[in-house]
């Protein structure tokens, strides 16, 4: 088993950065695939950005991509999700997950495709 727990959210305004981290304990949490989502209110929750195990392989949605960085630390379990240029359209409860796939060079993309959650962290941008 493997809990996620998220940190770092926050009110901010437009142009901010904000930097996420999501902290993993459990068995074997260092090698799985890890990937940020968001859902905004009346939203469907989306893919934001995800990261195979080793962090060689990354992905982000078009959206985000030039402003936000996804990057882990395997020896803290750990992995972060730096906001830049923050826009009010980033309010969303973002959550961090994880896929029990040990290893896997993968970047996956479906919330269908993530075994643990977190519970959320809010972020909330002014105009």
């Known amino acids: 088993q493997v809990q996620l727990v998220e940190s770092g959210g926050g009110l901010v305004q437009a142009g901010d950065s904000l930097r996420l981290s999501c902290a993993a304990s459990?068995?074997?949490?260092?090698?799985?695939?890890m990937g940020w989502f968001r859902q905004a209110p009346g939203k469907e929750r989306e893919f934001v950005a995800g990261?195979?195990?080793?962090?060689?392989?990354?992905q982000y949605v078009d959206s985000v991509k030039g402003r936000f960085t996804i990057s882990r630390d395997n020896a803290k379990m750990t992995t972060y999700l730096q906001m830049n240029s923050l826009k009010p359209e980033d309010t969303a409860v973002y959550y961090c997950?994880?896929?029990?796939?040990?290893?896997?060079?993968?970047?996956?993309?479906?919330?269908?495709?993530?075994?643990?959650w977190g519970q959320g962290t809010q972020v909330t941008v002014s105009s």
């Open positions: 997950a994880a896929k029990d796939s040990p290893y896997s060079i993968r970047v996956l993309r479906g919330d269908n495709e993530y075994d643990y």
């Open positions: 990261i195979s195990y080793t962090g060689r392989y990354i």
């Open positions: 459990g068995r074997t949490a260092s090698i799985y695939p």
